[in-house]
Structure formats: C-alpha cells, structure tokens
C-alpha cells in the first residue's frame, strides 16, 4: 500500500523537465503518418482512430482511409456502407459515424475549426483530441490528458490517489498545465505521450532510458512498477454464441443490423442458431473466444443448411464479402472456418 502523501516534487524544475523532454522527443520520436503532416484534418484523423486502438494497428488503416476521404468534403459525402467498410476491423464505430457528422459540420464553416472550444463542439470530439488538434495543428497552449500522459505524471509525482478518481484526474490536469511548454504545445503533448507509449510502460518502465528520471519521484522511491493506481473493472461475466453459417451456390446467408441498432448499425452478421430455429445444423466446425464490452463469449461456429431463405436474411455473394462491413466476430469466425477447410 502505497503511503497518502500531498503531491510535492522538490525535484521538479519545470525547465529542464520541458528542455530534457524535448531533447529526447526530437531524436528518438517514431516517423509516423500523422507525424509527417500540418494539415488539421489528417492529424484529427489520426487522433479519433487512435482512441482505444494500437498505433501499429492504425497505420494502415490512417492510409487507406486518407486516399479514400482526403479531406472533409469527402468524407461528408461519402455512402455510409463504404465509411463502415473502410473503418471495418478498427471497432468502436461510432467514431466513423460522428468523424461523418463532424465532417458534414466543417464543410459548412469557412476554414477547420482552429481553437479548442470550436473543436469541442464537434461530435465526436472530447477534451482530449480538441487539446491534442488544437495543440498539434495550430500550436494552441492546451496539455492533453490521455492514458499515457496520466501514467508518466502520476510516476513523476508518486500521485498516491487512484487515477479513476475526478479529483486525482484534475490534480494531474493540473501538474499538466504546469509543465506544458506554451511556444511549443504540439511538441510537448507529443513527446508526454510518446515517453508513455515508448518508454514509461504501464509494467516495467524502462526508467534506465527515461530523458526526465531525475524528475521521477515513483523511480526515487521505488514505486514505479505499482503506480498508476486505477481500479479496473473485471472481466468477469461469461456468455455463448452460437452462430451458423450457411452457404449456397457461392453465397453466404446473413443479415443486416437495423440503422438504430444500439452496436454496430448497419453491420452485417451471421445468423444465431437462435434466429433460425428450423436449421439444419451439421455439426460444430470452429470456435473461439470474444469480448464484448464486459463479457467473454465463448463462441460456437457450424455448418447449417436452411430450406428457403428466412426473413429479415439475405444472400450475400462470398467474393463480395470484401466491400460490405462485416462485425469483427462474423470475420473472425469465416476467417478461422476458411483456415480448417483450406
Ligand atoms: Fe516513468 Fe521511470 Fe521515467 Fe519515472 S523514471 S517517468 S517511472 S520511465
């Protein structure tokens, strides 16, 4: 247990911490996309997909995106199957459709939206990617406060509190204020960040290679491997699936989620044994495990065969699967079947 201590850092000169930050960002920054560019509408990109998901898993799909939808007016008018297939696999897809809705907002302004409360009012966009675009694209003094930059900050200050905590989270808003370099905020948000990603590592922080451990009070006292504290929710409720796939003279039997479905409207899945009562089902072909906000799914794959096509289904060519956007768990279950059939 780690002792209830008020936030002081006798070690830390603001200064130094800004200058030795820097010095380290600059030489060993990773070359990213998003990295690469000043225009405000690819780094907002860049930033919605990287929420929740992995920069390695980002790059391509940032690409991909970008030679589909250039820029806002593009994506305002693009159908929203294609904006859906584009996003497939990426998750949380309620970031496309408000990126959609955010798009549509710009192109009736005169320029992108340059300053934090105009970002702010985006959908979509909350206090951290309007800090990190306003910040980024247009040098506006905001500090970012995501997943990484609250670790290295509650290591910098051995914060004793837990990180899920309101008052622990302004505490280090705060301490981010502070120390944000304000003739070079984009610089110095990305280089927070990148010392979290890269060096300040949630389990064993590689402090021997850190530019700021002379500042680091978790290292002082050596604490940093138990630090940030945040509650984490378990995972802990269990559930099944069955799932059928049916096939026919090249097609592939599925259905489309309404576009009110509370998850992935518009996505299209296999049917549940559940859905087709009157399947024939051959017998169990693959199966593996899924998460879904809080639960594991164990999820079980066969063959079925159905008289005439049920309602509410649809026959879908199986070489046309590549331009509709399919959930992750119909992908992983036709993925893993064509794998064991191969
Ligand atoms: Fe993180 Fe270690 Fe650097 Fe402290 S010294 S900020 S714990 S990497």
């Known amino acids: 247990m780690l002792q209830q201590t008020p936030i002081k850092n006798p070690v830390l000169d603001v200064n130094t911490f800004r200058r ?7 030489k060993h920054k990773r070359d990213l996309p998003w990295r690469r560019t000043e225009d405000p509408y690819r780094i907002w990109i860049s930033e919605i997909m990287l929420q929740q998901t992995r920069v390695a898993a980002v790059i391509p799909y940032y690409e991909r995106f970008l030679a589909l939808f250039p820029n806002a007016s593009a994506l305002a008018l693009a159908p929203e199957q294609e904006l859906l297939a584009a996003w497939a696999g990426l998750g949380y897809y309620s970031r496309a459709r ?14 992108f939206p340059k300053d934090y409360a105009a970002l702010r009012q985006l959908p979509g966009v909350g206090d951290y990617t309007a800090a990190a675009v306003a910040s980024i694209a247009f040098g506006a003094p905001h500090a970012v406060l995501d997943g990484n930059v609250l670790r290295v900050l509650s290591r910098i200050v051995a914060e004793p509190g837990d990180t899920k905590s309101q008052i622990v989270r302004a505490r ?18 990305q280089a927070l960040m990148e010392l979290g990603a890269t060096v300040c590592l949630p389990k064993q922080p ?40 049916i096939e026919k003279a090249g097609k592939l039997l599925l259905w489309q989620r309404p576009p009110d479905s509370r998850r992935l409207a518009g996505f299209w899945e296999l049917p549940e044994r ?42 879908l060519a199986k070489g046309n699967l590549g331009n509709v956007p399919l959930s992750t768990i119909a992908k992983k279950a036709l993925i893993l079947l064509a794998r064991i059939t191969k």
Do not use: M
């Open 206 to 245: 590689l402090c021997g290679n850190c530019p700021v451990r002379q500042h680091c009070q978790a290292r002082q006292q050596g604490v940093e491997n138990q630090l940030p504290l945040n509650g984490q929710r378990p995972r802990s409720n269990r559930g099944e699936q069955h799932l059928l796939v």
């Open 172 to 189: 280090l808003r705060a301490l981010a204020e502070t120390l944000l370099d304000r003739k070079r905020p984009g610089e110095f948000n």
């Open 20 to 26: 030795s930050l820097r010095k380290w960002y600059r």
């Open 98 to 111: 408000n990126l959609q809705k955010a798009a549509r907002a710009i192109v009736e302004l005169p320029r």
């Open 274 to 315: 559940e859905q087709i009562p009157g399947a024939i089902v051959s017998g169990e072909v693959v199966e593996f495990r899924h998460i879904i906000v809080n639960t594991t799914y164990l999820v079980r794959v066969c063959r079925a065969s159905a008289g005439s096509r049920p309602s509410g289904f649809h026959w």
